[in-house]
């Protein structure tokens, strides 16, 4: 079977090509992963390298040291055709974006292009954007708050808590009480059921909208 580079896989004839390797491992890892081989032509072909202590830890500590964030690649060594091949299997990355020596660099076809700023950019907020499930809606009013699931929490928190809570005050006033005085942490006491966040009224800045009626549907925030 005939091998091909590829977005995922790319050749080195031999270990001293470390350099223009090292560009494959950050453009890997800001894409979807891949494996870099040693030992092999651009067509595929095995040729073979010395696979030495030394070449294998200093391909190893390259890696460490000039690619940011960290990262521990997967560095192995197999034989095919009578022949040592060195082979680098790189993951996606989960903390992207990567750089060598500061700059960002992208797997696209066989090729490794530099991230431009705008690129980055956009991958720093897509990695660190939350689930649209727990973002804010900014249109939430208190009308859309399920009261039945608010009444039903301070029964349980007065049946199982002693809580003393007014259970024929307003959903509003319930909210805001419960806001300013932080009688119940969310993430020590509120059932999740009952979390919530609209616009002016909120139990915990960390937590998701999670009390809309059944009935409508929100667009997530970007």
Not at 74 to 97: A, D, F, M, N, W
Not at 128 to 138: F, S
């Amino acid at each position: 079977m005939t091998l091909h580079e590829s977005d995922t896989q790319e050749f080195k004839k031999s270990i001293s090509l470390t350099e223009p390797a090292l560009k494959s491992v950050c453009g890997f890892l800001n894409h979807h992963g891949g494996v870099i081989s040693f030992g092999r032509t651009n067509t595929g072909a095995i040729v073979g390298v010395d696979p030495t202590d030394h070449s294998l830890r200093k391909l190893s500590q390259k890696i460490a040291s000039r690619i940011k964030p960290e990262i521990s690649p997967y560095i192995r060594v197999i034989e095919e055709q009578g022949k040592h091949l060195i082979v680098v299997t790189v993951p996606e990355g989960i903390s992207k974006p990567y750089y060598l020596d500061g700059i960002a660099y992208m797997r696209t076809g066989t090729e490794n292009r530099v991230l431009p700023p705008d690129e980055i950019k956009r991958m720093i907020l897509t990695i660190n954007q939350p689930p649209w499930d727990r973002e804010i809606c900014l249109d939430a009013t208190i009308d859309d708050i399920d009261a039945a699931l608010i009444y039903n929490f301070l029964a349980k928190a007065k049946d199982e808590r002693r809580h003393d809570a007014d259970a024929s005050a307003s959903v509003s006033s319930i909210l805001e009480e419960t806001s300013s005085a932080q009688k119940w942490r969310a993430d020590e006491r509120c059932d999740p059921d009952i979390r919530k966040r609209p616009s002016a009224v909120h139990l915990s800045v960390e937590d998701p909208l999670r009390l809309f009626q059944r009935d409508r549907c929100y667009q997530p925030l970007h």
